[in-house]
């Protein structure tokens, strides 16, 4: 009886513990998943301690001698191989065609894709600069800054054809969560990467599914239970057109071995505020989604393909036409679409750039632009020299297209992560740089640049003629360089003619009949040359 007592004590013992661990872990049940395997011989081994204790063997010899610990001792040595075995044959050491072939790469034409600059589409903001804002906005709502704190996902995504970034309240501590969870999470932040304008937008509906869940609710164990086979990648969170709240869960396929060739085959989008999900193919992932193919695992593709290109081997000695990407990447909105932008180099290290890549984070497109210049580093460095007496640092960078030159954009934040300045560097050229304290400001500066310094020679882009008497002239000081500013008879532009470009302009007065070559702008013309 008490064998029998013992026995089931054992059982139930074992169940509970694999249970827990099961729950807590939560791996996928796939043979796919790593974690699937230490799940499996976790347990293995588990059941041979419950044995031992059972039968009260009191050394490794005596246990060696049942024949149940010498089968359990082999599956669990053959499972390791197996393992081992699979992860060696999965590996780019024998699949290197196969991992270079996981993205397929388009090369296009720089000026034909990259539009001319619309910035009402360009994010001022990096992820951090987000989040200080985001904090900021929340320490302002007293009745939930001591209820709730602000996660630190901060997707970026195109909301209403504009970059924003969203991210959604979480519970404060677990004695928080446990007064609060039953009410659910009240609200998300909104932030317009274009204005800076952050918004707590309160739902009618609360969030009850999220990362901040401690059971259940958690949005990991919730989607676990429904999809028990899926291996989740990176999960983001999103706002479709009407601002709902959404998880977007994409779904990990292996494509080469049992553990290789990582690619998102299908997403689940989960609705945060009633946790119902739809299941979609790739190809059919609704076209308001914007992640659901994580920047890194697309990083990770790109790199497969550029150090792969003439085999493994290549790739770790010879290195023969092996590209990489830069250490760092940016998103840029276009076509309604979020993609990651990432230079391209040498994987000898040099501080250049071959070109760059966009890849669309919704259906994985690839598109490869050969341009030759600094990599990106080289350009925050360059831009930062610019105003090294006020210690301003340099986000990494955008891509833009700038009067048909491919040029660097960046943000210039002070020591408390504020955006004070911009600044303009030309890629292929990039000692010429052009600062503002405007993104306005900042292009009418670069495009001057490109002109004096000979970038664009013969090519003005939409610059205009106008020849007339001065009407008013008035002289003013911007970061310690002089500038005129001119208004002819009969017209009401306002045109920046900086001396230090422009020497002739200290001889000028009202009533002297001049010609200017200038770029519209607002509130004043740029004058890129005056006669």
Known sequence: MKKGKAKVFLTFLVILIAGIYYYVTIPAINIHASGFWTFILSVIVLLLAAYGIKMRFTSFQEAKRSKVFRIGGILFAALVIVFAVGSILSSPIVNAKKYRNLLTIEERDFSKDIQPVNFSQIPLLDKDS????????MGSMVDMVSQFEVSNLYSQINYQEKPIRVTPLVYASPVKWLTNQSQGIPAYIMIDMTTQ???LVKLDKPIRYSEAEYLNRNIYRHLRFKYPTYIFDQLSFEIDDEGVPYWICP???YTIGLFGGATIGRVVICNAQTGECQDYALKDCPEWVDRANPADLLIQQYNYYGTLVNGYINSIFGQKGCLKSTDGYNYMAMEDDVWVYTGVTSVSGDQSN??????NQRTRETRYYKVNGAEEYSAMGSAEGQVQNLGYQATFPILLNISNEPTYFMALKDSAGLVK?????????YQNVAIGD???ACQDAYIKLLNISGITAGNTGDS???????????QSVLDGNSHFYLVLNDHEEIFD?????FLQVVTLQEGDKVTVEYLEGTPVCTVLNIE
């Open 130 to 137: 987000a989040a200080i804002l985001g904090n900021r906005k």
């Open 197 to 199: 304008d952050t918004s």
């Open 251 to 253: 779904v990990r396929d």
């Open 354 to 359: 071959v070109g760059f890549v966009l890849m």
């Open 421 to 429: 300045k911009y600044a303009m560097v030309n890629i292929q050229k």
């Open 438 to 440: 405007t993104v306005s």
């Open 464 to 474: 205009k003629k106008m020849t007339g008497t001065i009407r008013r002239i008035a």
């Open 497 to 501: 003619v900086p001396v230090q470009d």
